[in-house]
């Protein structure tokens, strides 16, 4: 089998500049200053070399994009889901200009998580005792996962009570110390006692703060947000945990908000923000909140895979229609429930703020009508039946499928097995000139 050359990028580059769909892109004279050495050795001339990474061929003013290189020279591509498998056929039909949109060589292999990791350990001692000792051994095992249904309403729903308050005892703790350490006021030290219910619905959101995510799409409308989570009958609280790209300010100016919106006299209670986010925060939360919530602008989430930690626990999944959750979603229907819920839909707009008016209502909506009423409905033993039947479905649909064994026999079947029989000549984007 033929191999392509690798080319390796010089360290100390200057900052990257972007093209308008998010991927990096360096001039000609850059590409001269680190490569001017390099084509001659694979035969090719500068001409040559440059229209490798050019969207249009012979355009002298056109940058060279990595991207278009990768995908010139590589043997397959594919995005990490479906939805993102058919954004990037969208996107770079245009290298392939002899192709309808739907034959573009770029497929999908949807990313999963690493089931035994991201388990809570209370709740592997659950799957332990109802599905096996060795089920931990045959994730991508549908019929296994099935068995969840067999398990008792309140084993379940205890343990996940057990988590909930070890996150919010942990939250407690990690407020307390990032207010000592910064010397605020007496009261809002003692404030810190009364973060968080452990009988109140729970909402968490935790990853990277980038403008995209949306982190404070729940906040779009600051006085109904304050109306649904201080609602005395069915409150609801919200646990935020991540960082920002050190040079993201825009998305430090949420967090920054958020700071702020954890000091309002209606919302102190009930809203946290865990500084300094780490992978056992992200364990905590993703084991211990109620709901996972995911507010990305359509169709920019690659995939994600945060909600399916979350699903492992039981957590039930409310997430804009983006990413991994198209595949996942299941809506309930003949006896069957729901295993989460669709924020918002897309009105074909590229309007950002009218889009975001539409999911931020939807979300409302969700939170008043459906899902703060479901987790609030008891039965006389003090149980959410309702609630359990749609954690269990979250577990049972989500666990078989989004999973790294899963991910990784795809990869060997639909990428490295195939390149080994199949003509070993990669499928390039258009012939060099």
Not at 74 to 86: D, I, K, L, Q
Not at 203 to 232: C, M, T
Request: overall charge neutral; proline content about 6%; charged content about 25%.
């Amino acid at each position: 089998m033929k191999w392509k050359p690798r080319c390796a990028i010089a360290p100390f580059l200057p900052p990257t500049p972007r093209s308008p769909d998010g991927n990096d892109i360096f001039s000609a004279d850059m590409i001269d200053s680190f490569f001017g050495h390099y084509w001659s050795q694979l035969g090719l001339t500068r001409e040559q070399f440059l229209n490798l990474g050019a969207r249009r061929f012979g355009d002298p003013w056109e940058p060279f994009a990595m991207t278009v290189l990768a995908l010139r020279i590589t043997r397959s591509a594919n995005g990490v889901s479906r939805r993102h498998g058919e954004v990037s056929r969208q996107i770079w039909s245009v290298l392939y200009p002899d192709k309808a949109e739907a034959d573009v060589p770029i497929g999908h292999i949807t990313n999963g998580i690493h089931t035994r990791t991201w388990t809570a350990p209370l709740i592997a001692d659950l799957y332990n005792q109802h599905l096996g000792r060795d089920w931990s051994l045959k994730v991508t095992d549908r019929e296994l996962w099935q068995r969840i249904k067999d398990i008792p309403d309140r084993e379940i729903w205890q343990r996940h009570l057990i988590l909930k308050e070890r996150l919010i005892a942990y939250t407690r703790a990690q407020v307390l110390a990032a207010r000592l350490k910064r010397g605020e006021a007496a009261d809002d030290i003692a404030a810190v006692d009364y973060l968080l219910d452990p009988n109140a619905l729970t909402l968490g959101f935790a990853r990277r703060f980038s403008p995209y995510k949306r982190g404070a799409l729940l906040f779009k409308d600051l006085q109904r947000a304050i109306r649904i989570l201080s609602n005395s009958r069915r409150p609801i609280q919200v646990v935020f945990a991540g960082k920002a790209r050190p040079g993201d300010d825009e998305g430090k100016r949420l967090i920054q908000r958020l700071m702020e919106w954890c000091r309002h006299p209606a919302l102190r209670d009930r809203i946290a923000f865990i500084e300094d986010y780490d992978m056992y925060t992200a364990e905590l939360i993703t084991h211990g909140v109620d709901v996972w919530l995911n507010t990305p602008r359509r169709p920019t989430e690659a995939c994600g895979t945060s909600g399916q930690k979350a699903a492992l626990n039981g957590v039930i999944n409310c997430s804009v229609a983006d990413g991994w959750w198209c595949e996942a979603y299941q809506p309930g229907r003949a006896g069957n429930p729901s295993n989460g819920w669709v924020i918002g839909e897309d009105a074909g707009t590229n309007d950002l703020e009218t889009q975001d008016h539409i999911d931020a209502e939807s979300l409302y909506g969700l939170l008043e009508r459906q899902i703060a009423p479901l987790f609030y409905d008891r039965d006389r033993h003090g149980l959410p039946r309702q609630w359990i039947a749609m954690m269990k479905a979250s577990i049972c649909t989500i666990a078989p499928q989004f999973n790294s064994d899963r991910m990784v026999a795809d990869y060997i079947t639909h990428a490295y097995l195939q390149d080994m029989v199949v003509d070993p000549e990669p499928v390039v984007a258009s012939p060099l000139v």
